[in-house]
């Protein structure tokens, strides 16, 4: 019995080696492919009637992945029995189809795909966040740059958006914004009252040219900043399809459009404000364009400089409310330095800006350190990661105190420091995280989404716990007179 088992498995190796041609089992292998090349092209001598354990169907669920050549040993062996040379090959990467998801899903997938295509590009090996090579998505200028390069080169929608590209739309959005905030914040005497016609309030025609003066100041200064350094933008992934990078705007109109914007928004600041407002809205032009930009070069000390530029548009939106309800002259001694404490509030909110770009910039940077040392621009990122993950951790501490320090200035309610403790807490331990492993092991990854969202949520909780606002709200439902009415008929009654 045995004897005929083993003449039986000869017999079938001998027929599978003469039956086969290359490419037989070029996708996969299994019993049903086995018997079909055994069958195939009529049998010149026919095939005997096997036991059926030859072909008998494996009990385990099978694999529904395809498999391919050279999976199984067998198949090397076959190739070789038939003279054909059938080398493995490699498995195509998983990669995921994009064209029916959402734009943030999409732009997830991109990255996931691209990282998938990195790893098998280099033998294999995964890309990582954590990665020095590791490439960030265009910036929003880069965006635009794109979009315009699509129309003609003499087509007016390509000039207004290779312009507005000079902005960096995004950072300017959240300058405004910051501006805006301290403004609605500034503890103007009854807001939301009855009597509100005979006190000061806030004027929407100031907060109109402080939100437009203050774009048109952020957009000079974006645009500065492009005409300096075309050539580092040009060496890093993020900032490689800018206009000026790619020719969409020659450098006179470029200048052209900074000196305009910049005159513009002053002048608007200063008629439409206060002249100190507007000469805060030329220092941020100055100091970013002159200071900042050329530094990059030269110093680690440019991160401190640009945090100094991220925390003027918030006292700006101070100064601007502040000179609404000035009482004196209202210079910029009375509206950033007040005898009675009062502009505490605005320098708490300029600090709270200048602290945030620590957190925010050390990981961001870290991801690219590569590219900023092969540009040339100094930065802590690839100078000394560890003072970069320490100087992101001292920042993200002094939120809370700042917090502290607005409800104690009768800027928001003591609720305030309760409500945004979990964000600040949150931000310290994304923080710490960084710290502790460099920006390895993602660390980098998650402080920059918490610094992303700490911002927007410490600024709404502000605004809904605006000192008085809800008393003055329910007061003005229900019909109560207000604290000052009462005194002032509480002093008739006297007399």
């Not at 605005?346 to 945030?356: D, E, M, Q, T, V």
């Not at 409800?407 to 409500?419: L, N």
């Not at 807490?425 to 610094?451: D, I, M, N, P, T």
Request: net charge positive; glycine share 8%; aromatic share 10%.
């Amino acid at each position: 019995m045995e004897l005929s088992k083993r003449s039986a498995s000869k017999e079938m190796t001998s027929i599978v080696c003469s039956r086969l041609r290359s490419g037989v089992f070029d996708n996969s292998v299994c019993w049903q492919c086995t018997k079909r090349a055994l069958l195939k092209g009529g049998a010149e001598r026919p095939v005997p009637n096997y036991p059926a354990r030859f072909f008998t169907r494996s009990t385990q669920p099978r694999n529904t992945t395809p498999l391919r050549t050279g999976y199984f040993v067998s198949n090397g062996l076959l190739a070789r029995f038939n003279g054909t040379n059938v080398a493995p090959t490699a498995s195509t990467p998983d990669v995921t189809d994009t064209s029916t998801l959402l734009p943030h899903r999409r732009r997830q997938a991109e990255r996931r795909n691209a990282a998938v295509l990195a790893g098998a590009g280099s033998g294999g090996s995964s890309a990582t966040s954590d990665a020095p090579t590791a490439t960030m998505a265009p910036d929003a200028s880069s965006l635009l740059a794109a979009a315009a390069a699509q129309h003609p080169a003499d087509s007016l929608r390509r000039k207004l958006s290779s312009l507005l590209s000079l902005s960096k739309p995004r950072l300017t959005v959240l300058v405004v914004l910051s501006a805006m905030v301290p403004y609605a914040l500034y503890p103007v005497p009854a807001f939301l009252s009855t009597a509100a016609t005979a006190t000061p309030s806030l004027s929407p025609l100031t907060l109109l040219f402080l939100t437009t003066g203050t774009t048109l100041c952020s957009a000079a200064a974006n645009a500065l900043n492009m005409l300096y350094e075309p050539d580092t933008d040009a060496k890093m992934s993020r900032t490689r399809a800018r206009p000026l990078v790619r020719r969409l705007l020659t450098t006179k109109a470029a200048v052209l459009f900074a000196v305009g914007c910049g005159a513009a928004g002053t002048l608007a600041l200063y008629w439409g404000v206060n002249p100190t407002v507007a000469f805060l809205g030329a220092s941020n032009i100055a100091i970013y364009a002159g200071m900042y930009t050329p530094l990059k070069r030269l110093s680690v000390l440019n991160t401190w400089v640009g945090a100094i530029v991220g925390g003027i548009p918030p006292l700006m939106g101070w100064a601007a409310a502040a000179g609404e309800s000035a009482t004196a002259d209202g210079t910029w001694r009375e509206l950033l330095f007040a005898s009675d404490g009062s502009s505490l509030g605005g320098w708490l909110f300029a600090s709270l800006l200048f602290a945030w770009q620590f957190p925010h910039f050390m990981p961001l940077s870290w991801g690219i350190r590569e590219e900023y040392k092969a540009a040339g621009l100094r930065m802590l990122a690839w100078t000394n990661p560890a003072r970069n993950s320490r100087v992101a951790l001292r920042y993200s501490l002094v939120f809370i105190p700042i917090c502290l320090g607005l409800c104690a200035a009768g800027v928001t309610e003591w609720s305030f420091a309760v409500t945004s403790a979990p964000v600040n807490l949150w931000l310290v331990a994304e923080a710490v995280k960084f710290w502790r492993h460099e920006g390895h092991k993602g660390s980098a990854k998650g402080l920059f989404w918490a610094s992303v969202w700490h911002l927007p949520v410490v600024m709404v909780l502000a605004l809904a716990q605006k000192k008085g606002m809800w008393g003055r709200v329910w007061r003005s439902v229900m019909g109560e007179p207000e604290e000052d009415e009462l005194e002032e008929f509480y002093d008739e009654e006297e007399e």
